[in-house]
């Protein structure tokens, strides 16, 4: 996997203004534990496009791993509002309101 993110960070620095690379270097970088900079790669897309709810997705991920739980929550729920019939995103947006102890919270207002 490190092969892979040479290789896309090169296509990222001759190509900055191109997303797709910037999604799929973060992609590769997540995959080799390199969440920080996953993380930034994510979260340039989302200031070039908002409503890119893949990027929003990827950031939340980066930011729970890097254990940044509202950062990480604002993200995830961005993509699940955008996309809200992904699988994925519903199962990371309960995994981490969990986590912050939302769901519990809520769970015990209503009963």
Avoid: C
């Amino acid at each position: 996997m490190h092969a892979a993110s040479e290789v896309l960070a090169q296509a990222r620095d001759k190509a900055p203004d191109k997303m797709s690379i910037r999604v799929a270097l973060g992609q590769a970088l997540f995959r080799a534990g390199r969440f920080r900079d996953a993380a930034a790669e994510f979260h340039r897309v989302t200031e070039v496009n908002p409503a890119d709810d893949y990027a929003h997705y990827g950031l939340g991920l980066s930011l729970q791993r890097l254990g940044d739980l509202p950062g990480a929550l604002s993200h995830i729920k961005l993509a699940w509002a955008m996309h809200p019939q992904h699988s994925d995103y519903q199962r990371v947006l309960d995994s981490v309101q969990r986590q912050l102890g939302v769901i519990d919270a809520a769970r015990a207002r209503r009963e």
